[in-house]
């Protein structure tokens, strides 16, 4: 069984650009949760999809923003990109109420 | 919310070590799970263990939902080990499944 897969892996942007960050949950799950783990401030939660729909958001400016499809992959968009940004970008899939799976990050650089 | 802490935030074992890892949650929680991740930054898990005590080789853990904790042990620690690992807590509210700040370990040789 395929795990959880995002991409790219790795990124460097520029301040003010915009990135997509994609993850495709493994097969089954309808559940997708998207982390932010900067440097020194742990695993902070960003977004939870589940059968296409927001169900939750954390404490983040509306220029973080995603989507899930209905094949349940999900993109994560972050506009107008800052300094701080700079994180690994972490999702996770499930079914709902049952354990989450980690796909690898997608490391994200911005200069 | 839900607050979730981790003790010791740093351990430090030599090889062939046992040790025990513990984590304090602030209210009743549907799911518990401890995670490893490694150097490279990937997230492993560990155990999903809302109550109860599983074992999986030289780790086992045991949550004890009434009192709020959950303790992970390893067993004749290897260099492999080291990482950082978390406890994450998932409440009934909004199923988001939320992290301690983690607990560093590093096992010399």
């Known amino acids: 069984e395929a795990g959880v897969t995002q991409s790219p892996t790795h990124l460097i942007k520029t301040r003010g650009q915009q990135v997509t960050l994609r993850c495709s949950p493994i097969s089954g799950h309808t559940s997708v949760y998207w982390y932010q783990q900067a440097l020194g401030l742990g695993l902070q939660f960003l977004l939870w999809y589940d059968e296409g729909e927001e169900r939750n958001r954390g404490n983040f400016p509306p220029r973080f923003s995603g989507r899930q499809f209905p094949n349940y992959s999900s993109e994560l968009n972050v506009n107008a990109l800052e300094l701080e940004d700079s994180a690994l970008y972490l999702c996770a899939s499930s079914l709902l109420n049952s354990p989450l799976h980690f796909g690898n990050g997608t490391r994200l650089t911005v200069t | 919310g839900i607050q979730v802490e981790q003790s010791p935030p740093d351990l430090i074992l030599q090889e062939g070590a046992n040790s025990t890892l513990r984590c304090n949650f602030s209210?009743?929680?549907?799911?518990l799970q401890w995670f490893h991740q490694n150097p490279w930054g990937q997230l492993i898990n560990l155990f999903y263990?809302?109550?109860g005590t599983k074992q999986n080789g030289r780790l086992s853990a045991t949550t004890v939902a009434t009192e709020r904790y959950s303790l992970l042990y390893i067993s004749s620690s290897q260099t492999t080990d080291s990482g950082v690992y978390f406890c994450a807590v998932l409440t009934g509210a909004n199923s988001k499944l939320t992290f301690g700040k983690g607990i560093t370990l590093s096992v010399r040789p």
């Open positions: 209210d009743s929680v549907n799911n």
């Open positions: 263990i809302p109550s």
